[in-house]
């Protein structure tokens, strides 16, 4: 099996073209893929298929073989993926997710794409599972935001690179609150342009990046009046640039994409 590792800073996956072959048993196969001891190691893996309604479709599952909705990181990488090997010859790329049609504009340096622009659509606010959680005599409060996939935000007054992320993450990721798991991202406003953010990722864990996490803090921020609709988001893999666009509603999120090494696998 012929796969493309790549990442969106530091998000890191293991892309597979379905165009022309196709992966048995794929929970089971990204497990062990995704492994970082005794496979390829990743936060997961992609399947680039065809679609009836986009030029692409993708197909993700998260580390443990659970599949997910949508990955903002991903979905660069796809569009890199797909120009750099001429799949396509046009900038503007759509693909087919579980989450609805996304769009993507692409960005090239001498005929190679290095980041890509995504139309994210239309947050959604979960107003039902809003409730603080205590937590070790501690209370946290959260924003739940759906990018097409679930994400709970938390501000945080401490330093989130100190932060306790993967004790609290593990445990809100998990309560009954949220049936289907959660993502959970922890922030620290800087200024009204300025973000710095972790992410505890439903089914991977702590990762260096999340894409539609990084959409969902902005929005947080901007209904709690912390920041304007346009800003940085500080991760520890890099940054991205959201915008909320005032006149259609839409996230926009823009960021680098990254090709680590194609390999061959025989199973």
Known sequence: MKFTKMHGIGNDYIFINCLNQTVENISATTKFLSNRHFGIGSDGVVLILPSLIADFKMDIYNS????????????????????????????????????????????????????ATVDMGVPVFNTDINDPYEIDGKTYNMTCVSMGNPHAV???????????????????????????R????????????????????????????????ACAVLCAAVTKGLCDRLATICLPGGNLSIVWND????????GTTTKVFDGEIIF
């Not at 997710?97 to 980041?115: D, I, N």
């Not at 006149?247 to 823009?254: F, G, K, P, Q």
Request: with cysteine; aromatic share 8%; glycine share 10%.
């Open 154 to 180: 938390i501000f945080i007054d401490s330093d989130v690179n100190t932060f306790d992320v993967h004790g609290i993450g593990r445990i809100i990721e998990n309560s009954k609150g949220f049936p289907n």
């Open 64 to 115: 443990d073989g659970s599949r997910a909705e949508m990955c903002g990181n991903a979905i660069r990488c796809i569009g890199k993926y797909v120009y750099d090997n001429t799949l396509i010859n046009k900038k503007e790329v759509t693909i087919e997710t579980l989450s609805g049609l996304k769009t993507l504009q692409l960005h090239t340096k001498e005929s190679v794409v290095w980041s």
């Open 247 to 254: 006149s259609d509603d839409h996230i926009y999120m823009t």
């Open 182 to 213: 959660t993502n959970v991202e922890f922030a620290n406003i800087i200024n009204k342009n300025t973000i710095n953010m972790r992410v505890w990722e439903r089914g991977a864990g702590e990762t260096l990046a999340c894409g539609t996490g």
